[in-house]
């Protein structure tokens, strides 16, 4: 049985991408928020354990899905394990280290990173395994997250840069600045918000299903002495591209506070 501890967000997008997926494999859901634990009952059909301990014990896959502050108190509130589990942490920022450190062998441990874009089944997961998780253990949950979207195998060294940049909040806050700006130039709300939703998402399915690399759509879109060409030289010219490497580079050091914490 998967057994996530943590009923937020992430979690309930997970449940939910699994089941649009159809999968059938028993799930249950430990949080101390009695509310949290009867929606996601109620909506999606999974088995709730308010008790940590009795949630633990029926884990045949762990799941810690709580924030980086908590993960130190929760693993010591769980204690030392007298048998062989496998346990996967959601938390951003908390390496493999300090998770063996907090609750090792025979805890074998892995990290993910997935998108809350998993509800619809077009998430993106990076995982990463410690050397004791078996072979058939890191197929089993490869496959799980597949069910939820793309997954890849990245080195720990390079979580932290994955999770700052496959955000799903980079398209929505481009598309809500984008079409905040389209209303200031006098566009209704849902024409803006059609316009720019076009701009992300439509062209970049069209970059990602054509055979055309990156480079040549920038080209072909910005013709010189043209409108895109203008607007692209003026946020350029503006910082765009140092705002973006700005915003990545706090994103990490989130990341390393995360992990000084846990």
């Given at each position: 049985m998967?057994?996530?501890?943590?009923?937020g967000r992430i979690?309930?997008?997970?449940?939910?991408?699994l089941r649009l997926?159809?999968?059938?494999?028993?799930?249950?859901?430990h949080d101390?928020?009695?509310?949290?634990?009867?929606?996601?009952?109620?909506?999606y059909g999974v088995a709730v354990e308010p008790d940590l301990g009795r949630a633990v014990e029926q884990a045949e896959l762990l799941v810690l899905a709580v924030r980086p502050d908590s993960v130190s108190g929760l693993l010591r509130e769980i204690g030392p394990s007298d048998r062989p589990l496998n346990a996967i942490s959601l938390?951003?920022?908390i390496p493999l280290s300090k998770l063996r450190a907090r609750l090792g062998p025979p805890v074998r441990w892995a990290r993910a990173m997935p998108s809350p874009v998993s509800r619809s089944g077009c998430g993106l997961t990076a995982l990463v395994f410690e050397r004791g998780f078996s072979p058939r253990a890191r197929l089993a949950v490869s496959k799980m997250f597949e069910r939820v979207g793309s997954v890849l195998q990245i080195p720990e060294s390079r979580f932290d840069a994955f999770t700052v940049t496959y955000s799903s909040s980079h398209g929505y806050h481009a598309l809500s600045t984008l079409?905040?700006?389209?209303?200031?130039?006098?566009?209704?709300?849902?024409?803006?918000?059609?316009?720019?939703a076009h701009a992300l998402a439509d062209g970049i399915v069209s970059w990602r299903e054509g055979e055309v690399p990156l480079s040549g759509l920038l080209h072909e879109a910005?013709?010189?002495?043209?409108?895109?060409?203008?607007?692209?030289?003026?946020?350029?010219?503006?910082?765009?591209?140092?705002?973006?490497?700005?915003?990545?580079?706090?994103?990490?050091?989130?990341?390393r506070k995360n992990a000084l914490r846990g």
């Open positions: 998967i057994v996530f501890l943590g009923g979690t309930a997008a997970l449940v939910a991408g997926a159809k999968y059938e494999k028993p799930i249950l859901v101390r928020h009695a509310d949290k634990l009867r929606q996601l009952k109620k909506q938390a951003a920022g079409a905040r700006t389209g209303e200031k130039l006098g566009l209704s709300r849902k024409i803006a918000l059609t316009a720019a910005a013709t010189p002495g043209g409108i895109a060409a203008a607007a692209m030289g003026a946020m350029d010219s503006s910082g765009y591209a140092r705002s973006v490497e700005r915003g990545l580079r706090a994103g990490m050091a989130r990341a």
